[in-house]
C-alpha cells in the first residue's frame, strides 16, 4: 500500500461537503482548529450549500471537490 507523505506545518487542507450540511459554528470551529494546528484550509461558498438532507447537489460536491482539491 502506498502512502502519502504526512502533513506538515503550511499545508494546504481542502475542506468539502461530501455528505449532509453541517452547523456553521461547528465548521468555524473546525476552520479554527486546523489553522491553530499550522493548516492552510481551503474552501468555496458551496461548502455551505443545502438541498433538502444533502449539502448540495452531486454534481455542486463533485465541482467542488475538484476545484479546491
Not at 504526512?6 to 455528505?19: E, F, K, M, N
Not at 458551496?46 to 465541482?63: K, Q
Amino acid at each position: 500500500m502506498l502512502k502519502p507523505r504526512a502533513l506538515r506545518s503550511g499545508d494546504r487542507v481542502a475542506v468539502i461537503a461530501p455528505a449532509s450540511p453541517f452547523d456553521r459554528d461547528e465548521f468555524d470551529d473546525g476552520i479554527a482548529e486546523l489553522t491553530q494546528l499550522g493548516f492552510e484550509p481551503v474552501f468555496d461558498d458551496t461548502v455551505f450549500a443545502r438541498r433538502a438532507y444533502l449539502a448540495g447537489d452531486a454534481a455542486g460536491r463533485a465541482e467542488s471537490f475538484l476545484r479546491v482539491a
